[in-house]
């Protein structure tokens, strides 16, 4: 079965520093997809930034950006210029066919 | 923008009650999902639906059912809830069958029961 595994139950950072939260997944499939998702405090989960596996190039989305490393399997997320509203509960998600596998989790506290 | 609702944001229910979840989504999206979000084990699949009436049990289908009557409603159904349901339920939907699309999220209802 597939899994994603987050190492890092909380983390936190100083404001406009940069941090990067990790996410490592198992699985046998070739293509398949990779999700960062976000869920502010309260609010609803919205989508941060998404990797196609068969895609070399990593994915970026203004401040955000990934470190992809297939042969790792290894999915990491930097946020640069870490923002007070930043703070909240990143997903990391696993994509094949309809269903995502999601991680634990890690918390993101920005400290102003 | 899709727009995923929640009937209810909070409910609190006692043990062996019938509860009901309620889902829409205004963007006439194929696949709708039931999570449930518990900390440190992040988000389940109970079940999700790819069309009207049909359904697939996810990871953690046991204690629960669902309903599709229309493409744009899904109902999760805890048939005589328990207090190892409490918990935080999540719906989602996404555009199509068959291909990893991006889910998009309701606010979630925070369920406790006692």
């Known amino acids: 079965a597939q899994t994603v595994t987050q190492s890092q139950p909380e983390m936190s950072v100083q404001e406009a520093e940069t941090v990067t939260l990790s996410c490592t997944y198992d699985?046998?499939?070739?293509?398949?997809?990779l999700f960062w998702y976000k869920q502010p405090p309260s609010r609803q989960m919205i989508l941060v930034i998404r990797?196609?596996?068969?895609?070399?190039q990593n994915a970026t989305e203004n401040r955000f950006s990934v470190n992809f490393q297939k042969a790792a399997k290894s999915f990491s997320l930097k946020i640069s210029d870490s923002q007070l509203g930043d703070t909240a509960m990143y997903f990391c998600?696993?994509?094949?066919?309809?269903?995502?596998?999601f991680g634990a989790g890690t918390i993101l506290r920005v400290k102003s | 923008d899709v727009k995923v609702t929640q009937s209810s944001r909070y409910l609190v229910k006692r043990t062996g009650e019938k509860v009901f979840l309620e889902c829409v989504q205004d963007m006439d999206h194929e696949n709708m999902f039931w999570y449930r979000q518990d900390p440190g084990l992040g988000l389940r699949l109970i079940y999700f639906s790819y069309d009207v009436k049909m359904k697939e049990k996810g990871d953690i289908p046991e204690g629960y059912s669902v309903s599709r009557e229309k493409k744009e409603r899904f109902s999760l159904i805890l048939e005589s809830a328990s207090t190892n349901q409490t918990s935080m339920y999540l719906c989602?939907?996404?555009?199509?069958?068959?291909?990893?699309?991006?889910?998009?999220f309701g606010p979630g209802t925070r369920l406790t029961v006692t």
């Open positions: 989602a939907s996404s555009l199509k069958r068959g291909a990893t699309y991006e889910q998009y």
């Open positions: 699985t046998s499939e070739n293509n398949y997809y």
């Open positions: 990797q196609e596996a068969y895609k070399q």
């Open positions: 998600a696993w994509g094949y066919g309809n269903k995502l596998v």
